[in-house]
């Protein structure tokens, strides 16, 4: 009787209970838990956040931004330009207007016709042989007539009796894009003194409300010339020093005689009275 009851109790509890315990508790919870914690939700993570942000921000942004602003602010830029500031200028043409006592007419310019209003501002008069030009001489007139492929320019310098000068009285242009034709004889410019030549690097010449003729390089002489060749230099700068020193002097030349012809009549009328009260015996 007593060896069966002791057998039997130790194989039927020890074993079983260890062996059960350990396989279904232990082991699934800690392989659960870390497979569907840590592994997940660290992929997940980088995946979404950093790669996708960083990815789509460098994109949007640094490529978008640069790009349309190298793309229309540079090369409009260098397009607009040459319409507001022209090309290098050709070096000025020299031409003669001859008479029958001799050359009445020298000038040596870059003749540039500028137009307001329009698509085409700028036009420069181009050298012969593409522009031909002619001329005419009077006792007080000369005249310089050019004809081009897009149009004509004629310029009418006259002489001034009692200033004893020249100056540019009329000019006459004609535009063949711009359909302009317009003829201006009310002109005042360049005035000059006989027998000297007028200087400057560029006269603008009012024309009309809408076009100017601009003259670059000029040196010009004009009734008075001897032998066809340039009299003493006067540059403009000159002229305008002298215009505006003229009125002063002539002005200070009448105020000294105001008062002088005032000073002798007091002393005039003073010395009347004097002789009226005095009564000889």
């Known amino acids: 009787t007593q060896p069966p009851t002791t057998a039997h109790t130790n194989h039927t509890t020890q074993p079983p209970t260890t062996a059960h315990t350990n396989h279904t ?32 921000t460098n994109h949007t942004t640094q490529a978008s931004t640069t790009a349309p602003s190298n793309h229309t602010s540079t090369p409009h830029t260098n397009h607009t330009t040459p319409h507001t500031t022209p090309s290098p200028l050709p070096p000025p043409t020299e031409y003669f207007v001859n008479g029958t ?23 420069t008069v181009p050298a012969p042989p593409t522009t031909k030009a002619k001329g005419s001489c009077s006792p007080d ?24 000068s020249f100056y540019l009285a009329a000019a006459n ?12 004889a009310s002109l005042n410019e360049m005035v000059t003194p006989l027998g000297h030549a007028y200087t400057c690097k560029d006269v603008n010449v009012n024309i009309s409300s809408t076009l100017k ?8 002489q004009a009734i008075e010339l001897k ?13 305008h020093t002298r215009s505006k020193t003229v009125p002063i002097v002539v002005g200070i030349v009448l105020l000294v005689l105001i008062v002088a012809v005032v000073a002798a009549y ?13 009564q000889p015996l």
Request: aromatic share 8%.
């Open 25 to 56: 508790t232990q082991p699934p919870t800690t392989a659960h838990t870390n497979h569907t914690t840590a592994p997940h939700t660290t992929a997940h993570t980088n995946h979404t956040t950093a790669p996708h942000t960083s990815a789509h």
């Open 101 to 123: 006592s001799g050359v009445c007419l020298r000038i040596k310019a870059v003749f540039i016709l500028t137009f307001s209003n329009t698509t085409f501002p700028n036009y």
């Open 141 to 164: 007139t000369a005249e310089l007539m050019l004809t081009f492929p897009d149009g004509s320019l004629s310029v009418t310098f006259k002489k001034d009796q009692k200033k004893s």
């Open 173 to 184: 242009v004609t535009a063949h894009k711009e359909a302009v034709s317009v003829f201006s």
């Open 213 to 220: 003729l601009l003259l670059m390089d000029v040196k010009a």
């Open 227 to 239: 032998d066809a060749n340039f009299g003493q230099e006067m540059n403009c700068s000159d002229s």
């Open 266 to 278: 007091f002393i005039a009328r003073k010395c009347r009275h004097r002789s009226a009260g005095y």
